[in-house]
């Protein structure tokens, strides 16, 4: 990735995530920028409550808006800086299912799934602020997954994985839960909880923004 002057290597990419496997790719696409895990301290549950009325991506768009906010509040930003929020949610008839409370929950997620075809709902949320230029974009992907039918001796081998347990919807297409998995419809990475073609497009959009105000970026990885 080329130098520049108001985007050095120096400029760490903050990820307002505890998702590993966002950091995993995060780090695949820019592997000589430092990028910095900062998890927003907000009560996402309460907030999600409050929001049920809202359509499941109106509801992820604020969860992401208000994911940069907290993070905002927790730590002091240099002058320029790049936050990229996210959060993924898997949806079954117009309801989102989180990451499962224990093994029960995992299963009742699992059985629910059994031979649908749900929607997983991934938001992003850049704020970047570059030379004094502030920019904020938002956007939501939304990817098909079509489980199989379950028996009960493939969901208890799955749980026994203990794969389940820190992934909405209960399962992880990057691990052993591909194997449950028949078809999907968009995008995989979305899936994982990172839309790599939909972050690369929203960084377009910053570029052309940021070009337009005299402003260097290149932070596209082939820019």
């Known amino acids: ?31 000589d920028w430092p990028v910095e895990v900062i998890k927003p301290e907000l009560d996402e549950t309460s907030l999600l409550a409050a929001w049920t009325a809202l359509p499941p991506d109106r509801q992820i768009e604020q969860l992401c808006a208000a994911k940069c906010d907290a993070l905002h509040r927790q730590v002091r930003l240099p002058a320029d800086y790049v ?36 929607q997983v709902l991934t938001g992003l949320y850049l704020d970047l602020c570059l030379q004094g230029q502030p920019l904020q974009l938002q956007a939501v992907e939304s990817t098909d997954v079509r489980f199989a039918d379950l028996s009960d001796e493939q969901i208890d081998w799955y749980l026994a994985s203990g794969e389940p347990f820190d992934k909405a919807g209960a399962y992880g297409i990057q691990g052993l839960g591909a194997a449950l998995i028949e078809t999907i419809n968009g995008c995989y990475y979305n899936v994982m909880g990172l839309p790599v073609f939909r972050l690369m497009r929203l960084l377009e959009q910053a570029r052309a923004h940021f070009i337009s105000t005299s402003t260097d970026f290149h932070l596209l990885p082939w820019n």
């Open 83 to 118: 936050v990229l929020t996210a959060d993924t949610a898997v949806v079954v008839g117009g309801t989102i299912l989180g990451k499962p409370a224990d093994a029960a929950d995992a299963g009742r997620m699992l059985r629910l799934l059994s031979g649908r075809t749900h």
């Open 1 to 31: 990735m080329p130098n520049s002057d108001s985007t050095p290597r120096t400029l760490t990419l903050v990820l307002a995530s505890g998702s590993p496997r966002r950091y995993e790719l995060m780090t695949r696409f820019w592997p």
